[in-house]
Each structure stands twice: as structure tokens, then as C-alpha cells.
């Protein structure tokens, strides 16, 4: 009887131990999403990879898969566009080009390609004009950031036998630019309503002189 006692309790820690580590797969993105990068690289890369600007769009969300649409420009000036259909529960990942959302540090996701993929660090990081809270983590080749709250990538750094590729977000329909850690919509608001009420006061103070 105590064996099995044992034997159950055992088996309930390994349980628990695995539901903390396989993070929870929640979609971060919606139809009509999209981001754009530059890319910029040295060396000789592989072919379709000499790539110095590229934008996805989110066609389509059906449950875990995302069906996204990429563009890319070469260096010869060629420009082309590919569909693709990304899984974020059966790892189809890409480029590892969208992850789940809210991951934490220490929180693992599965990437097809690589395997379990485990989350490094939380940080701060201006993305696109806005501090933007990410997610990092490392493979073998790459160092990622990836936007905690949409889990899609805004900087890789990849280390390869023959070149070197770093990809940087650039532009994003997802969030605002900030201007002194607003909005730029709010930004503007409040400096048309300070104008508003600076005018008001001017207009307050010369009608008093002339009264006077």
C-alpha cells in the first residue's frame, strides 16, 4: 500500500513537472497583422537567403495554425512572395517567425526543426518606434527576440559557417511609435489639448488687459 502511495506521488511531481515546463500555446496574432525588416548580412549566403528587406502578413488564424504571407527583396534586386502555413503546435515554425504569446523565462516551446526551444530571458526593448516587452532565447546558430505579447519575431542574429544575418523589425501595423513613451496618437492629443488650453489662457489674460 505504501509502495503504490509512493509510486502515485512520484508520478504526480514528474506531472507537474512537465506541465511547468511545456508552456501553454496561445496565438498572439490576427488576420491583418504585419511587420516589416531589414535585413542585413555578410559573407556569402546560401541561395535565398541574401535577403535585405522582408514583410509578413497574417492572411488567416485557424486555431494554432497561422497562414502568413512573406515578402522578400535580394540584393539583386529581385523581389518575390511566398505562402506558408505555421503551426505553432505542431512546431511548424519557419524561421521560428511567430511563437506562442506570454511565454516566460524558463517556459519551453517546440520548434520542429531544432526541438524544445527554452526561453532565456525577459527584457525591455525599443521595437518599431515603441518599448515593447520581449522574449529571448538562443539556438545553436541564432540569438532571437520575439515580441512577448504576439510571440512574432523583431530581432535574429544568425551565426552561420559562410555569412553572418541580422534581422531587425522595422515597421508594424501590431503597435504604435512612441514619442517620449506615448503613443504617438495620445502623444499628439495631449499637446493639441495643452495648445488648446495655452491658447485659452492668452486669449483670457489680453481680454482682462483690454478691460483694464
Request: aromatic residues 8%; negative net charge.
Amino acid at each position: 500500500m505504501n509502495r503504490k502511495l509512493g509510486l502515485t506521488i512520484v508520478l504526480f511531481i514528474v506531472l507537474i513537472g512537465v506541465g511547468n515546463a511545456i508552456a501553454e500555446i496561445s496565438v498572439g496574432v490576427k488576420k491583418g497583422d504585419w511587420i516589416e525588416y531589414q535585413v542585413a548580412y555578410t559573407g556569402t549566403p546560401t541561395e535565398g537567403h541574401d535577403v535585405t528587406w522582408a514583410r509578413m502578413e497574417i492572411k488567416d488564424v485557424q486555431g494554432k495554425s497561422i497562414n502568413v504571407e512573406i515578402t522578400a527583396k535580394h540584393s539583386n534586386g529581385t523581389q518575390g512572395e511566398v505562402t506558408t502555413t505555421l503551426n505553432l503546435e505542431t512546431g511548424q515554425l519557419g524561421d521560428d517567425l511567430i511563437i506562442p504569446a506570454n511565454l516566460n523565462s524558463g517556459d519551453i516551446f517546440f520548434d520542429k526543426n531544432v526541438g524544445n526551444i527554452t526561453i532565456s530571458s525577459v527584457e525591455e526593448k525599443t521595437c518599431a518606434g515603441a518599448t515593447r516587452t520581449v522574449v529571448h532565447a538562443a539556438t545553436s546558430e541564432t540569438r532571437y527576440y520575439w515580441d512577448k505579447a504576439t510571440g512574432i519575431l523583431v530581432e535574429g542574429n544568425s551565426q552561420l559557417p559562410d555569412y553572418t544575418m541580422n534581422t531587425i523589425v522595422d515597421k508594424t501595423n501590431m503597435w504604435q511609435p512612441q514619442i517620449l513613451g506615448l503613443d504617438t496618437i495620445v502623444f499628439y492629443f495631449l499637446v493639441f489639448v495643452a495648445a488648446v488650453a495655452i491658447g485659452s489662457t492668452m486669449t483670457f489674460i489680453i481680454m482682462r488687459k483690454k478691460k483694464g
